[in-house]
């Protein structure tokens, strides 16, 4: 039953909304139901259900229903703030999200006022509900999805980036507007959408590597391996450092720039000796019939130190694998223990 009419503009968020619209029985019953509170919850949340199912009777009924579900929805979003019961709570209401959609798609109402009213629910409350833009598609169309993106996009780039090692804020307009954007990207299936978002956090090396490897998914070899040094650069060849470097260099290889994935290889082993760091750099190289060189200049580049220590382990490892091909030892393996015996008589050990 329509019992009256508002009229007007509202502002949520920074867009008007027109107001003129019809007001529906349905959602004052549920404010009536809620102030009860003398009424026992199960009661209460029985008959809330019984309202919604009148709704779902009313929007398979045909058109007219939009307004109706629009402000249902807003009257349980905000009864459902800070109290308890979330769970159920965030079924109802998705449950009249997904019969306002249905309503929407039936009769479709204005596509950017829409836009600007689901950006409102999803960024206005403190605890506000998920929205599926999958399931409003056909209602918002290419100028009502174009005005929803644009504005989220904006608010979100306006947030800061957090910086490597940084503990990141996340107050209510990021977790709201995160959640908005992670809804966008994954609706749209935009990686330019899904790198602004996973670039807001770079706290960790992990970070800059979820980043990589979206690119490197998308086939964006180039910016794959931009975000791939940034991330070094930023770790300090530590932490994730590893496996930044791993994805770098299968990229590069998959792209044919082998120079380039040695370079990385050969980084990874100077800024951290080990003796799988080592064995790496010796298959690329090897492969890239350059092996004879680099391993001469990494060798000098991190002989002494704490590196001896792993240069002692590389000369075990390539002794018994020449012991078990059963040929002679090559110069360059008996120069390695020829230098690390003489380092260590000079250090008196």
Request: aromatic fraction near 8%; glycine fraction near 12%; include cysteine.
């Amino acid at each position: 039953m329509i019992t009256g009419r508002a009229s007007g503009w509202a502002s949520w968020g920074g867009w008007s909304v027109r107001l003129d619209v019809a007001v529906d029985a349905l959602p004052g019953r549920a404010e009536a139901v809620l102030a009860r509170v003398d009424v026992p919850w199960s009661r209460r949340w029985s008959e809330l259900a019984e309202i919604v199912a009148e709704l779902s009777r009313r929007v398979r009924g045909g058109p007219g229903a939009v307004a109706v579900a629009r402000e249902l929805a807003e009257v349980l979003v905000r009864a459902a703030q800070g109290g308890g019961q979330r769970a159920a709570w965030a079924a109802l209401v998705e449950r009249v999200l997904d019969l306002h959609a249905v309503a929407c798609a039936a009769e479709p109402p204005d596509g950017r006022e829409l836009a600007a009213w689901l950006l409102w629910l999803q960024t206005g409350f403190a605890e506000p509900p998920e929205v599926r833009l999958a399931s409003y598609a056909a209602a918002l169309g290419e100028d009502g999805l174009a005005s929803y993106r644009a504005e989220a996009v904006a608010r979100f780039s306006r947030l800061p980036v957090i910086g490597f090692g940084a503990t990141g804020r996340y107050d209510r307009e990021r977790w709201a507007l995160l959640r908005v954007m992670e809804e966008l990207a994954e609706h749209t299936g935009d990686v330019d959408l899904q790198v602004l978002v996973l670039s807001k956090d770079l706290s960790s090396g992990w970070h800059y590597l979820q980043v990589a490897t979206v690119l490197r998914d998308a086939g964006r070899s180039g910016e794959a391996l931009d975000w791939v040094e940034r991330g070094l650069e930023a770790t300090g060849w530590r932490g994730a450092a590893a496996r930044l470097a791993d994805l770098g260099v299968d990229e590069c290889l998959r792209a044919g720039w082998v120079e380039r994935a040695v370079g990385l290889r050969r980084r990874a082993f100077v800024a951290s000796p080990s003796v799988a760091a080592y064995t790496r750099l010796r298959a690329v190289a090897v492969a890239a019939g350059v092996w004879a060189a680099v391993r001469e200049e990494v060798f000098a580049e991190v002989a002494g130190g704490g590196a001896d220590e792993v240069l002692w382990e590389v000369l075990a490892v390539e002794s018994e694998s020449v012991g078990a091909a059963g040929g002679p030892v090559p110069g360059w393996l008996r120069r390695l223990r020829a230098d690390l015996e003489g380092r260590a008589a000079g250090s008196g050990r």
